[in-house]
């Protein structure tokens, strides 16, 4: 018995359709990178102070990789140490054994906890470059 070429196509189209959809929703959740607070203290330290509406300060990177598009969670804590406001900044670029500066506006707390929230890993092209 033959099948006729559109119910071919037609179950061809939906299976097509099926993996088109289920991997996205799925990858969203699976392709960020997690990374536990162990690693992200062994290879950023952060020190900051606040001056005026703002806080600056500097993320350094002890790794030996270049990390891009750092967000930073700035946490303004009442006097019992508990979270009461939010606040976040890019970080374009952390050269590897460096460091880059940073500065946000943020609402008046007691005190402050600055975080890292997420980051890339980035290869230099020029390491992966042979010399003739």
Not at 19 to 36: D, H, I, K, T, W
Not at 76 to 105: C, E, H, I, S
């Amino acid at each position: 018995m033959r099948s006729s070429g559109k119910s071919t196509i037609l179950t061809l189209a939906t299976l097509v359709g099926l993996l088109a959809v289920g991997p996205r929703v799925e990858g969203r959740a699976g392709a960020a990178e997690l990374y536990a607070p162990e690693t992200l203290d062994r290879y950023f330290k952060l020190e900051w102070s606040r001056a005026g509406q703002k806080l600056d300060g500097y993320v350094y990177n002890t790794g030996n990789r270049r990390a891009a598009h750092m967000i930073l969670l700035i946490e303004g804590l009442d006097g019992a140490g508990k979270p009461v406001t939010k606040t976040t900044t890019w970080v374009r670029d952390v050269p590897p054994n460096n460091r880059a500066y940073f500065q946000v506006a943020v609402p008046t707390a007691a005190a402050y906890r600055v975080s890292v929230q997420s980051f890339d890993w980035v290869e230099d092209r020029l390491d992966r470059r042979k010399t003739w």
